[in-house]
């Protein structure tokens, strides 16, 4: 059986030190505490390690082959440890994000750079995922963690809030109301209104659908042919408008630009997590409550 790391720790620094008195000293211990564990750990190995007499202290053959040998040992060892506690702490291993387009020009990107930047030892991938479908996926495992506009349902996971966000429209920068600070959601209801198909993202659709609630006359809503028209050319053009997140300011394509929409609610962004939490899940939602925090996302 391998002697234990403590002794083997105190055997290398008395080799350095060829000196029982200083060596004791500076491993913190008595004297004859430090004699007794040197006498025990020569005993587990069957042979000598050092030669006393009154004066000095000297290492047999097997005492200096072992004090050349010990430390690449014990620094392998340190590291497995380090790995398993990294491991327990959800430090290490690969991580899979889904995440709606809608959350990708800035919480996806922030959550997944910080998840990086403080556990090196974690590999995270992120995949843009159908809105609905990101849920059932964490759900079954397919992904570890999921990031949508909305409390989307479905069982077996758990929802977290994680941001809150102003909420405008996007319009052509040639727009007759683009040259509003904010619009008032009558005058953007003048005009029909691009948001997603209910059959494809029936939560963000009501979410979307409920900010005109009030107006009179009803808004006509345009839902686009495909859930995501990379074209968006009825908003280039200046025919539609389309609600959207203070996240779509950050991220304006060519043509576009962003207006908040004067006293309408904040839309949401949730962390979705399974119920059975491992310590991977439980560093996820750790360092999203921490970015949250600092990033002023959950305003009072």
Do not use: C, K
């Not at 198909?197 to 659709?205: G, M, T």
Request: hydrophobic content about 45%; cysteine-free.
């Amino acid at each position: 059986m391998a002697p234990d790391t403590v002794s083997l720790r105190y055997f290398l620094v008395l080799a350095q030190e060829l000196n029982f008195t200083r060596a004791a000293a500076r491993i913190g211990v008595a004297q004859p505490a430090l004699s007794a564990r040197m006498r025990r750990l020569e005993a587990e190995l069957g042979t000598a390690l050092l030669v006393r007499n009154t004066r000095s202290v000297e290492l047999t053959a097997a005492g200096a082959a072992l004090a050349d040998s010990a430390p690449p040992a014990l620094a392998a060892l340190d590291r497995a440890w380090e790995t398993a506690r990294s491991a327990a702490a959800g430090q290490l291993g690969a991580l899979r994000i889904g995440y709606s387009l809608s959350t990708g020009a800035g919480t996806t990107p922030a959550l997944v750079d910080r998840l990086i930047r403080d556990n090196g030892g974690l590999r995270v991938g992120a995949v843009p995922m159908a809105t609905p479908e990101i849920t059932p996926a964490v759900a079954d495992g397919r992904i570890d963690a999921g990031i949508t506009r909305g409390e989307q349902p479905g069982p077996g996971v758990r929802r977290v809030l994680l941001r809150r966000v102003r909420v405008g429209v996007q319009l052509a920068q040639h727009h007759p109301l683009a040259g509003q600070q904010e619009i008032g959601t009558a005058d953007a209801a003048a005009y029909p209104l691009r948001i997603p198909d209910r059959a494809a993202n029936p939560v963000v659709h009501d979410q979307l659908a409920a900010l005109f609630r009030d107006t009179r006359p009803h808004p006509r809503f345009h839902t686009p042919a495909v859930a995501f028209d990379m074209s968006q050319r009825d908003l280039r053009d200046g025919i539609t408008l389309a609600p959207a997140g203070e996240a779509a300011a950050e991220v304006q394509p060519d043509g576009l630009t962003w207006r908040p929409l004067r006293g309408a609610p904040g839309l949401t962004i949730h962390l979705v997590l399974p119920q059975e939490q491992s310590p991977l899940h439980r560093r996820v939602l750790a360092v999203a409550r921490a970015l949250a925090h600092e990033l002023d996302w959950l305003p009072d």
